[in-house]
């Protein structure tokens, strides 16, 4: 049976895209996401899975929206598809400023952004944090060198594996990328 995004279900996104006109979040790439992460509200708790919801927000998460004044829950992800996407939006902003810092402290420069649309970038920032984009952008700048065959970042290395052997974790060897 296909995804298919229910038209009462676009209403609301496209009214809490309407709300935030200057988050940089288009309605686009809300429905991308929320078709992404939960199967279109089909999905919304995956097995083994910590994150819940339409947008698939986990406890921290909640934390921080909380922290910046966004009231927001775990109940609130599970079952309310509004505050669930203002919350996703917000993260975004969130996400945003914090990802100028990492920017700096990795040294990655707006060239090497160039490449990315923003609904790119924020949908990876969701995924895997602010900081764990910059550790993967600094790691696609820098290359696999003879020096280091993992690339440059701890995280980054953690999640390679050897496609030689299956396992997962950190490369020594040259060349098993």
Not at 6 to 22: F, G, Q, S, T
Not at 96 to 123: A, M, P, R, V
Not at 160 to 171: A, F, H, L, N, R
Request: no cysteine.
């Amino acid at each position: 049976m296909a995804n298919i995004l229910k038209e009462d279900d676009y209403d609301i996104l496209k009214k809490v895209v309407e709300a935030h006109p200057n988050s940089g979040v288009s309605l686009d790439e809300l429905v991308y996401v929320y078709g992404k992460e939960s199967s279109f509200g089909k999905n919304l708790k995956r097995k083994g899975s910590n994150y819940h919801g339409s947008f698939q927000f986990g406890k921290d998460a909640i934390k921080t929206l909380n922290n910046a004044g966004f009231s927001f829950t775990l109940d609130d992800a599970k079952t309310d598809l509004s505050k669930s996407a203002h919350a996703y939006i917000n993260m975004t902003v969130i996400n945003n400023k914090q990802f100028d810092n990492f920017k700096g402290q990795y040294g990655i420069s707006d060239h090497e952004l160039s490449s990315y649309s923003s609904s790119t970038k924020n949908y990876l920032m969701h995924q895997q944090g602010p900081n764990g984009l910059a550790a993967i952008l600094k790691t696609i700048s820098q290359g696999i060198t003879e020096e280091s065959p993992q690339g440059s970042y701890g995280t980054t290395r953690m999640a390679i594996y050897d496609v030689e052997t299956g396992k997962s974790g950190p490369i020594s060897r040259k060349g098993s990328l």
